[in-house]
């Protein structure tokens, strides 16, 4: 792959996709002690980046001609990508995606005009089905990342952002299969090579930071994330490669960094972002990458978030940042105690929002009962003299995650 790839793919997508902002944040910039600046790709055409790779390789193959049906498996993002491109450019598609795919993105990929077909309890089930169609079809298979045309097109990122902001210092980009930070980064050291590029990966899905830091290829055997735009267990051959060449730094965070910056984004941008969209944003937050005031950008990969799924990544965000908080008390078990209880934690200006009774664990006396409860506050300092006071109270009072 060469300059020159990136650059073709940026003419074929111009006027095909949208020309995503970059915005500066002074919270995040605070939180993170560097200038934050957000790469947003979850306002992108289908709701993610996937769309360049899938539409530059789409493009190319009806281009060199004999080519009239694309067919990917995906359970998300690339399957949208996939669809919106083979559609614009004439082309039939047909998208395997696993059975527990939620149906709103089944309709949306039905939407842009691809015939789903459900199968398998998983990605791999879907890729192996996608591979038999592929054959029996006479079709060819867009992979959603281990590929140059594909690379190429996610490497399109890279070329704006020198044109918005051409003083960047690091760029954080997450990374799943490694499409995205494959391609951003080649193109990054090609043109400037002063520039760092730091990779991010769930701590529950890890595989390229594994191959980055322990210098050869490996996959995991489980992958279990809230980010499962990039909670892949077999990273692309082609993409490990080139990361472990231009990419400088490779990190991780964990869930509840990612939804604590989900959350942020909602309050603070107003902006809907998924959890592998988030997952830049939350290693610069959370310092996980080094920046000591250098002027950053954090790719926003994408924002097609289940709405079912969402409270509970809010949820999640809210504990991680201190307004939620769950406890476990042992009181008696009388008449009055949760009144007497729940005066302590009103007087405190904390609100009760879920109560659950435990009489059956394990050393408890018959007159005791375990209270478990999840309180608003306004944040740890509240989350503190709340537990002080009903320590005050008498109450003996521990939290649970």
């Known amino acids: 792959m060469t ?7 940026a003419s074929r997508l111009q006027g095909v996709i949208h020309p995503t902002a970059v915005s500066s944040s002074r919270t995040f910039s605070e939180m993170a002690g560097a200038s934050i600046y957000l790469k947003c790709e979850n306002l992108q055409k289908t709701g993610s980046f996937k769309v360049r790779g899938a539409y530059n390789k789409i493009a190319k193959l009806r281009d060199q001609g004999g080519v009239t049906a694309v067919v990917a498996s995906s359970a998300g993002n690339h399957a949208q990508g996939v669809a919106y491109s083979a559609t614009q450019l004439g082309m039939e598609s047909t998208i395997v995606m696993p059975r527990s795919t939620p149906i709103a993105k089944v309709a949306a990929t039905e939407g842009y005009g691809a015939k789903v077909l459900l199968y398998g309890s998983c990605y791999d089930d879907a890729y192996h089905k996608a591979m038999e169609i592929q054959k029996e079809a006479g079709a060819v298979f867009v992979h959603p990342f281990d590929d140059e045309d594909v690379i190429a097109g996610q490497g399109t990122i890279a070329l704006e952002i020198f044109h918005d902001l051409p003083t960047v210092d690091t760029v954080l980009i997450p990374a799943g299969g490694g499409g995205l930070l494959a391609g951003m980064a080649f193109y990054i050291k090609q043109i400037n090579p002063r520039v760092r590029v730091v990779g991010v990966q769930a701590q529950g899905a890890d595989p390229i930071a594994q191959s980055f830091h322990g210098e050869t290829y490996l996959s995991t055997v489980h992958a279990a994330t809230i980010a499962d735009g990039i909670a892949v267990k077999t990273p692309g051959i082609t993409t490990v490669e080139m990361i472990r060449e231009y990419v400088d730094d490779m990190v991780t965070v964990s869930d509840n ?3 604590e910056a989900i959350l942020l984004l909602l309050e603070r941008t ?14 610069a937050i959370n310092k996980k990458a080094g920046l000591d005031g250098q002027k950053t950008l954090c790719v926003l990969s994408g924002g097609n978030v289940d ?14 940042r201190g307004r939620q908080m769950k406890m476990r008390t042992v009181m008696p078990d009388v008449p009055g105690s949760l009144q007497r209880f729940s005066a302590v ?20 006396s018959l007159d005791e009962v375990i209270l478990h409860t999840v309180s608003e506050v306004s944040g740890p300092a ?11 109270a008498g109450y003996r009072v521990s939290l649970e995650s």
């Not at 990544?313 to 991680?320: F, P, Q, S, T």
């Not at 009760?352 to 009489?359: A, E, G, K, L, N």
């Open 345 to 364: 934690v009103a007087g405190c200006g904390a609100n009760i929002i879920q109560v659950q009774y435990d009489r059956l664990s394990t050393g408890l």
């Open 257 to 259: 960094e990612i939804a």
């Open 3 to 9: 300059i020159k790839d990136i650059e073709a793919a």
């Open 307 to 320: 709405v079912s799924f969402i409270h509970k990544i809010v949820e999640k965000g809210l504990v991680a």
């Open 270 to 283: 107003k902006m809907v972002v998924e959890p592998a969209g988030a997952a830049a944003l939350a290693a």
């Open 382 to 392: 509240h989350a503190g003299q709340l537990v002080k006071e009903l320590e005050e």
